[in-house]
C-alpha cells in the first residue's frame, strides 16, 4: 500500500486557501469565477437526543485552482 504525501496534502489545501483569498480581494475580475459544488441545504439527522447537521460545499474559482497548480510548483521543488 502507497503512502500518503501529507506535505503535497498540506500545500494543496493552503494553494486553494490563497487563491480564494485571492478571488475575493479582486471580487470583479475573472479571478473570482468559479462554480460551487456541493450541498444546497444541510441534511439534518434528528436522532431524539441529538441532532447532526451534515454539509459541504466547495467553492473552486479561477484563483483556487491557479493557488493549486503554484502549490504543485512548489512541492515539485521541495522534493
Do not use: C, H
Request: glycine share 12%; charged share 10%; no cysteine.
Amino acid at each position: 500500500m502507497k503512502r500518503v504525501d501529507w506535505v503535497l496534502i498540506v500545500l494543496v489545501l493552503i494553494g486553494f486557501v490563497i487563491g480564494t483569498f485571492i478571488g475575493t480581494y479582486f471580487d470583479g475580475t475573472f479571478l473570482n469565477y468559479g462554480q460551487v459544488f456541493g450541498l444546497t441545504s444541510p441534511i439534518e439527522l434528528n436522532m431524539g437526543f441529538v441532532i447532526l447537521t451534515f454539509g459541504l460545499k466547495f467553492n473552486i474559482t479561477i484563483s483556487s485552482v491557479i493557488g493549486v497548480i503554484i502549490a504543485f510548483v512548489v512541492y515539485r521543488f521541495i522534493r
